[in-house]
């Protein structure tokens, strides 16, 4: 008697992958931190062709056909593997805001590229998935992030395309608070608004302060809002949406760091204590400029992303705590 063929649901693999939060102030386009808020996915053999579902952020923006970021992912991992995508039924489940600087087209490029090597039958290195995802992103920082958890440092090799990464484990005693205001700021927006030169003074200024900060995420040593200090980005950055520029001032005893979550809208504070107090000051600062803005609660995911075999629920079963509005 032959062998029973498997199941849809033994062939289906599912996948959990965190938000990122980019340029960590001075260390712009080279250092990222992966964080509690997820993307899940999961890709199961389909007899009806390709099939997208998805629930979460942004529900009516979402393409549910080939053009979908996690879909085109899948199909470039399979290209990279001399195949393509089998008809697939692709289930989406996204809890990270879009289009406010937390890495959510990273993170669909992660799972695309992870679920795109299984569901082709073969399973792709760290490395070979981290210079695919960078080939979509442009950028290696959040997609580093997102593979590798934790705080990550990420350079490109030209001459290969591979990805130079160092990875440091994120104390969970630090509260990471996204202050995410009412106005969404396109990465196009905010790159266009980036001189072409910078002075050396400026670029010095910035190579200090990444420096000391990458110790100090390495050593688990203190941090300081003044080790976050950016002249390469931020200052521009900053008038697009009234409100940053005043919570990027801010300061509190309690206050580890502050700065631009990616390319923004949201500003991202990292509180050694009094975390309901910095959020509350931090929202109203963007209140009394005239933008309203909400604020997420989380903390560092050391851990990255992470793949299962079976449908969706295996990734739910396997997911974090959801963040705290």
């Given at each position: 008697?032959?062998?029973?063929?498997?199941?849809?649901?033994?062939?289906?693999?599912?996948?959990?992958?965190?938000?990122?939060?980019?340029?960590?102030?001075?260390?712009?386009?080279?250092?990222?931190?992966?964080?509690?808020?997820?993307?899940?996915?999961?890709?199961?053999?389909?007899?009806?062709?390709?099939?997208?579902?998805?629930?979460?952020?942004?529900?009516?923006?979402?393409?549910?056909?080939?053009t979908n970021l996690v879909v085109r992912a899948m199909q470039r991992a399979?290209?990279?593997?001399?195949?393509?995508?089998?008809?697939?039924?692709?289930?989406?489940?996204?809890?990270?805001?879009?289009?406010?600087?937390?890495?959510?087209?990273?993170?669909?490029?992660?799972?695309?590229?992870?679920?795109?090597g299984k569901i082709c039958g073969r399973e792709l290195t760290t490395a070979?998935?981290?210079?695919?995802?960078?080939?979509?992103?442009?950028?290696?920082?959040?997609?580093?992030?997102?593979?590798?958890?934790?705080?990550?440092?990420?350079?490109?090799?030209?001459?290969?395309?591979?990805?130079?990464?160092?990875?440091?484990?994120?104390?969970?005693?630090?509260?990471?608070?996204?202050?995410?205001?009412?106005?969404?700021?396109?990465?196009?927006?905010?790159?266009?608004?980036?001189?072409?030169?910078?002075?050396?003074?400026?670029?010095?200024?910035?190579?200090?302060?990444?420096?000391?900060?990458?110790?100090?995420?390495?050593?688990?040593?203190?941090?300081?809002?003044?080790?976050?200090?950016?002249?390469?980005?931020?200052?521009?950055?900053?008038?697009?949406?009234?409100?940053?520029?005043?919570?990027?001032?801010?300061?509190?005893?309690?206050?580890?760091?502050?700065?631009?979550?990616?390319?923004?809208?949201?500003?991202?504070?990292?509180?050694r204590h009094s975390g309901r107090e910095i959020t509350d000051a931090l929202?109203?600062?963007?209140?009394?400029?005239?933008?309203?803005?909400?604020?997420?609660?989380?903390?560092?995911?050391?851990?990255?992303?992470?793949?299962?075999?079976?449908?969706?629920?295996?990734?739910?079963?396997?997911?974090?705590?959801?963040?705290?509005?």
């Amino acid at each position: 008697m032959p062998p029973a063929s498997p199941s849809s649901e033994e062939r289906a693999f599912s996948i959990v992958v965190p938000a990122s939060t980019a340029n960590v102030g001075c260390a712009f386009d080279c250092a990222a931190i992966a964080l509690n808020v997820y993307l899940r996915a999961s890709a199961a053999p389909s007899n009806s062709g390709l099939q997208v579902s998805y629930r979460g952020a942004n529900e009516a923006e979402i393409p549910r056909d080939a053009t979908n970021l996690v879909v085109r992912a899948m199909q470039r991992a399979a290209e990279a593997m001399q195949g393509s995508v089998p008809a697939v039924q692709l289930d989406l489940q996204n809890d990270i805001p879009l289009g406010v600087g937390l890495g959510s087209s990273a993170a669909a490029i992660v799972a695309g590229i992870l679920l795109g090597g299984k569901i082709c039958g073969r399973e792709l290195t760290t490395a070979e998935a981290l210079r695919l995802a960078t080939e979509i992103e442009g950028h290696p920082d959040n997609v580093a992030a997102a593979l590798h958890g934790g705080f990550v440092l990420a350079a490109t090799q030209e001459d290969s395309g591979n990805i130079l990464v160092a990875k440091a484990n994120v104390s969970q005693a630090l509260d990471f608070i996204a202050i995410i205001p009412d106005v969404p700021l396109p990465t196009e927006k905010a790159r266009a608004v980036l001189p072409a030169q910078y002075s050396r003074c400026d670029v010095v200024a910035n190579l200090q302060r990444t420096a000391l900060l990458a110790t100090r995420f390495f050593t688990a040593g203190e941090l300081s809002p003044d080790l976050f200090a950016d002249r390469l980005h931020q200052p521009y950055r900053a008038p697009l949406v009234p409100g940053i520029a005043e919570c990027l001032s801010f300061r509190h005893p309690g206050l580890a760091g502050i700065f631009l979550s990616g390319a923004g809208s949201a500003v991202m504070a990292i509180a050694r204590h009094s975390g309901r107090e910095i959020t509350d000051a931090l929202v109203a600062e963007f209140q009394r400029k005239g933008t309203g803005a909400h604020a997420l609660s989380l903390r560092a995911d050391n851990s990255g992303a992470k793949i299962f075999s079976g449908d969706l629920g295996a990734a739910k079963a396997a997911s974090h705590p959801k963040p705290q509005h």
